[in-house]
């Protein structure tokens, strides 16, 4: 089974981690997949982040695709609707796995990158109402300057779980840093504030 027949196949999710190589063991020939990309059927592609110029993950965006990029891509595979895995072989070939354990493992290693990942456009962010109360409650009280640990005190929780959800709030966001994090949030329009300091979303220390 090549890579077109397995995407044709495809009725409910497709998702892909590539290193981008121009090998020919590189599973998903990302060309290929815009090729397929078509209504009802969710796409998710996992790429490194020097790949973000590259137009074809434009393309696979406007086709409705939801592109982010990480640093580092540890593994190409293409798994479609959690049942078939696709994965690099010897000799340059490509693998398919139907063995629950295989695909199980592949699904496994991809949602733990996919949430600290860059998503390629800010459409791709969550909108406010998608943040939880805990987070909006956080992100709040950070934005008005509290650290993590008066933080914790107003909302009567622990230190950590402060840094959890700020954790949290920085994934979804696509974020690294909480500068970056608080940057984001207010170019989406999130704060009601006339005026915010980037010194707000630093560590807090002590």
């Known amino acids: 089974m090549n890579i077109g027949t397995l995407l044709a196949a495809a009725t409910t999710e497709v ?3 590539s290193s981008f190589s121009q090998g020919r063991s590189d599973p998903i020939s990302t060309a290929r997949l815009a090729n397929h990309v078509r209504p009802g059927v ?3 592609v996992l790429v490194p982040d020097t790949a973000r110029v590259t137009p074809v993950l434009g393309a696979l965006s406007l086709s409705a695709a939801v592109v982010r990029t990480v640093p580092h891509v540890p593994s190409d595979a293409l798994v479609v609707d959690g049942r078939t895995a696709m994965v690099p072989a010897e000799h340059e070939r490509l693998a398919v796995f139907r063995l629950p354990a295989v695909v199980t493992t592949t ?3 991809f949602e733990q990158i996919w949430p600290r990942a860059v998503p390629l456009f800010d ?3 969550p909108e ?3 943040l939880t109360t805990r987070q909006r409650e956080v992100l709040a009280l950070l934005w008005e300057g509290h650290t993590d640990e008066s933080a914790a005190t107003r909302l009567q929780v622990s230190v950590r779980t402060v840094r959890r959800t700020v954790a949290e709030i920085m994934a979804r966001l696509g974020a690294r840093s909480r500068f970056q994090a608080g940057a984001k949030a207010a170019d989406r329009g999130w704060f ?3 005026q915010w300091s980037m010194s707000e979303f630093s560590p807090a220390v002590g």
Request: charged share 30%.
């Open 42 to 44: 969710r796409y998710r």
């Open 128 to 130: 406010s109402s998608e």
């Open 192 to 194: 009601n504030y006339p």
């Open 123 to 125: 459409s791709d962010l």
């Open 107 to 109: 699904l496994e290693l």
């Open 15 to 17: 998702v892909v981690m």
